[in-house]
């Protein structure tokens, strides 16, 4: 069965600490990995996709990568703004495979 | 929320009532989804729609069911709702073809009293 597993559940970061989230997963055909972000009450807000090992994509602070059994979410310099859950989310066959999230914090 | 709209954003209702939920997209996506999310589980796919009256059960479709008579709306009917059906459901779409990531609507808060 497929699956998808996120750590930390919850992780919490000074302004300026840089760390990463884990998404590790097992999937057979993986079509494409997908980041999300999501604010309190809102829906998820598409991040990246990343479809091979080796493929890395960037966007201001927050730079995904993926290889044969997991994903990194690397947060570079962060700020409270990026406070947030975090999902990574696995696309096999025509329907997609969600984590539990990372809800991250960021204090200034 | 890149043209997605559900109705209505907040609604409660009695076990044992029937409840439909809208969604309305303006992408002319192909592909459009409804997910539940809960506390402790994430989101769950309940059914989702390749086409025009094209559907396919998702992970937690019991007491779910879903119709598509026009490509920019998809609809979810609870025909008995349930307390265990309290939660946030969102509807999602995709172009599909080549292109699988998914965009969400700003979701729905059913309360089943």
């Known amino acids: 069965e497929d699956q998808v597993t996120q750590s930390p559940e919850a992780l919490r970061l000074q302004e300026g600490e840089s760390s990463s989230l884990n998404c590790s997963y097992t999937?057979?055909?993986?079509?494409?990995l997908f980041w999300y972000r999501q604010d309190p009450g809102k829906g998820p807000e598409f991040l990246f996709t990343l479809y091979s090992a080796g493929e890395e994509k960037e966007k201001e602070r927050l730079k995904a990568t993926l290889t044969k059994k997991e994903s990194f979410l690397h947060i570079t310099a962060p700020k409270p703004e990026d406070s947030a859950t975090y999902l990574c989310?696995?696309?096999?066959?025509?329907?997609?495979?969600f984590g539990a999230g990372t809800r991250l914090t960021v204090k200034p | 929320d890149a043209g997605i709209t559900q109705s209505p954003r907040h609604k409660v209702t009695e076990t044992g009532t029937p409840v439909t939920l809208r969604c309305h997209q303006t992408?002319?996506?192909?592909?459009m989804y409804w997910y539940r999310q809960d506390p402790g589980h994430g989101l769950r796919l309940i059914h989702y729609?390749?086409?025009?009256?094209?559907?396919d059960k998702g992970e937690v479709s019991d007491g779910y069911s879903v119709s598509r008579s026009k490509t920019e709306d998809f609809l979810l009917t609870l025909e008995s709702a349930t307390s265990s059906q309290t939660s946030v459901y969102f509807c999602?779409?995709?172009?599909?073809?080549?292109?699988?990531?998914?965009?969400f609507g700003p979701g729905t808060r059913l309360t089943v009293t």
């Open positions: 999602a779409i995709s172009p599909g073809t080549g292109s699988y990531e998914q965009y």
């Open positions: 999937v057979s055909g993986l079509r494409g």
């Open positions: 992408e002319n996506h192909r592909y």
């Open positions: 729609s390749y086409g025009v009256k094209d559907t």
């Open positions: 989310a696995v696309q096999a066959n025509n329907d997609m495979r």
